[in-house]
């Protein structure tokens, strides 16, 4: 671990010798946006004429499935399992590379590790020696001045694979149909007048500290609504969707209208007819969501993958971190953009931090009219 953390730079006159690029995956979708997809592009342009692979769950083609130069290979990780299913990932990533490398020597391949649970943060090998193999220590990678990981993750790809002709962002490239899905429902909500959408996303990934209430969220989406935003809000998965529809039933009996879809549905009506809502509640795939995202007018949330997401699609983002036991954590996970983010740290009493977003709402809304 200690000798793979200092790799050497790839020597440029050897790049037109390298056939496949092996991209391992982060697991966490936000960390898959803010550091991943960073290192996807890298790739894709310091070896334009080698294919590159990223292995990681299927779900990462709703993100990453509008790029027809990134091939995905599925080797799933059991976030939840047993030690033992979860250090099963790393004999699935060994055959899978395996299978790949087929045919091809010492030289024609490279192998980029982001600090992948898929080697338990790079504890596992995954290649005999360490020739091609490329680890990013993200966790202790450092650079006076920077402090966002995705910033870290660009500054460590360029120096290993050289300055590009563009500067490095993250990016989600979506699947076309989902993409299309996103742009008419939000085209819907706004016929009939000028709407401002917000997407809006509670989900914490199973991390409880990230959280602030039930009583904020719905005092949040009814600010928002309050301010003249329409809200498209994601149920999210698991127990995310019984607090939900708690706040669904709660806006609902404040007199706001809410219609609910589910993924493989659509609402009724034309592509053309305006759906008439105040709150668009949206369950279903993160690819689907990701696309309401791009065609809203900002995104809202706590810190977790769709902020990421939002930023990485160029869509102005208001970051609620609730969770500030540790300060470098807050600064070293905002996104990383060259659009707009307004950082909300949360703290008591509640109407304090729902001012801030409001606040940050207004004045993403002001500009986008200037």
Known sequence: ??????????????????????????VTLGAEVAVTSLILKKMKEAFPGARVVLLAHAQMKELLGGDAKITIQDVPYARHGRLLERLQAWIDLVRALDH?????????YLIVDPDSRLTQ??????????????????????????RRIGQLTARWLTDLFGPGD???????????????F??????????????HVAAVSFGVGDNARKRISNAFETELLS??????????????????????????????DRGRNVVEVEEGT????????????????????????????????????????????????????????????????????EPYTRGTVKTVKAGPPLEKTLGRVLAAHREIKRRAKT
């Open 1 to 26: 671990k200690k000798r793979i953390k200092r790799p050497v730079a790839f020597p440029r006159s050897r790049r037109a010798a390298v056939k496949k690029i092996f991209v391992l995956s982060r």
């Open 100 to 108: 790949e490398r087929r045919g091809l020597l010492p030289g024609e």
């Open 121 to 146: 943060l790079g504890l596992l090998p995954v290649t005999e020696g360490d020739a091609g193999y490329y680890f990013f220590e993200s966790r202790s990678f450092k650079k006076p001045g920077i």
């Open 166 to 180: 563009h500067a490095l962002y993250p990016y989600a490239a979506l699947l076309p149909e989902h993409a299309r």
């Open 182 to 195: 996103g742009r008419t429902l939000c085209q819907r909500i706004r016929l009939g007048g000028e709407r």
């Open 223 to 252: 600010a928002l609504l309050d301010d003249g935003s329409r809200i498209v809000l994601d149920k999210g998965v698991g127990d995310e969707v019984e607090r939900a529809n708690g706040i669904i039933a709660a806006l609902r």
């Open 266 to 333: 659509t609402p009724k009506g034309s592509a053309g007819e305006r759906l008439r809502c105040d709150v668009l509640a949206w369950r279903g795939g993160v690819g689907v969501f990701s696309a309401l995202i791009a065609a809203s007018d900002l995104y809202v949330g706590y810190d977790s993958a769709f902020q990421h997401v939002a930023a990485a699609l160029g869509v102005p983002v208001i970051d609620i971190f609730a969770d500030l036991g540790n300060p470098l954590f807050v600064s070293r996970w």
